[in-house]
Nanobody, 118 residues
Framework: EVQLVESGGGLVQPGGSLRLSCAASGFTLSSSAMSWVRQAPGKGLEWVSSIYTDVGTTYYAESVRDRFTISTDNAKNTLYLQMNSLKLEDTAVYIC???????????RGQGTQVTVSS
């Protein structure tokens, strides 16, 4: 059974940093593309970043490029999202999903809340 469990969210001031984690089970991260998506209050899902672990390629939404970094620890079967220089508009529930951008993300975690506020 595929399971994805996020952690690491919280309340942070603008300009601060957070690192989100997504513990995966039921499959091997190193053989699957993975994504982070987010959902702000009252809005739909927004793609944030994807990593294609087999080739080590990463992609980012324009709104987070140069601030966020997606990575994996294959030994821990865990996906990460390092978020720096956080902005108010980054406030959302962050969800990790199995699959790359535009794949429908059949398997998703429950999400972790990130709130950027002064």
């Amino acid at each position: 059974e595929v399971q994805l469990v996020e952690s690491g969210g919280g309340l942070v001031q603008p300009g601060g940093s957070l690192r989100l984690s997504c513990a995966a089970s039921g499959f091997t991260l190193s053989s699957s593309a993975m994504s982070w998506v987010r959902q702000a209050p009252g809005k739909g899902l927004e793609w944030v970043s994807s990593i294609y672990t087999d080739v080590g390629t990463t992609y980012y939404a324009e709104s987070v490029r140069d601030r966020f970094t997606i990575s994996t620890d294959n030994a821990k079967n865990t996906l990460y999202l390092q978020m720096n220089s956080l902005k108010l508009e980054d406030t959302a529930v962050y969800i990790c999903a199995k699959g790359g951008r535009g794949t429908g993300w059949r398997f998703r975690g429950q999400g972790t809340q990130v709130t950027v506020s002064s």
